[in-house]
């Protein structure tokens, strides 16, 4: 049996190997992407030089997302949220499809601001946006509350109808929300286990 503590200095050697290996991955991209930057396609290019068993576009979002040296890794600030917010507003606008061009905003962002910003940061912070205001419509506003649906169904009456024997034939609710009795009787099996259903 392997003691804990030898388990965890294995997966750390693993997990170092790994890094070393994405390291080393990386430098040789960084490498070729200076050395094909001006060409077109570079991506298609490294793939083929590297030759890792990496296909061209996994090698673009490597780039793109992490090893670009003019990538701007902060939390966005302030003005570039509202930048975002009004560039996706007015790109809407114009353009009525579902699709927003990110790279277009991405590059225009970099211009202002001088930030060069991934397209997951920029996508993710506009995309919980929206989320978020989602949520904010689907809550019930302060005059909703007084009439919330767990109060639709308070009970109105109860009526009971008995046998010879005591037990009860039938017991019949009725609930403020819609008026439709609901109907609790004896099962054909056993007399004194009730059963549930609803009669118009």
């Known amino acids: 049996m392997v003691e804990p503590k030898k388990k965890q200095q294995k997966k750390l050697q693993t997990k170092k190997i790994k890094t070393e290996k994405i390291e080393l991955f990386d430098d040789e991209i960084i490498s070729a992407m200076n050395e094909y930057k001006n060409e077109p396609n570079p991506y298609i290019k490294i793939s083929k030089k590297i030759n890792k068993g990496f296909t061209s576009k996994q090698i673009r979002q490597r780039w793109i997302s992490q090893l670009d040296p003019r990538l701007c890794h902060n939390e966005l600030d302030e003005d570039e949220r509202s930048y975002i917010n009004e ?10 499809s579902d699709k927003i061009c990110w790279t277009k905003l991405i590059l225009k962002m ?13 996508k993710n912070f ?75």
């Not at 007015?90 to 353009?95: D, I, T």
């Open 87 to 96: 560039w996706v507003k007015e790109y809407r606008n114009q353009n009525p």
């Open 110 to 122: 970099d211009k202002k601001f001088g930030k060069l910003r991934t397209e997951n940061r920029v």
């Open 126 to 200: 506009w995309y919980l946006k929206k989320r978020q205001e989602r949520r904010r419509r689907q809550l019930p506003s302060k005059d909703d509350a007084s009439s919330s649906p767990q109060d639709n169904n308070i009970l109105k009456s109860v009526s009971f109808c008995s046998q010879d024997n005591n037990i009860p034939k039938s017991v019949s609710f009725c609930f403020q929300d819609n008026n439709v009795p609901t109907t609790i009787s004896p099962s054909p099996q056993d007399n004194n286990i009730p059963t549930v259903s609803l009669s118009p």
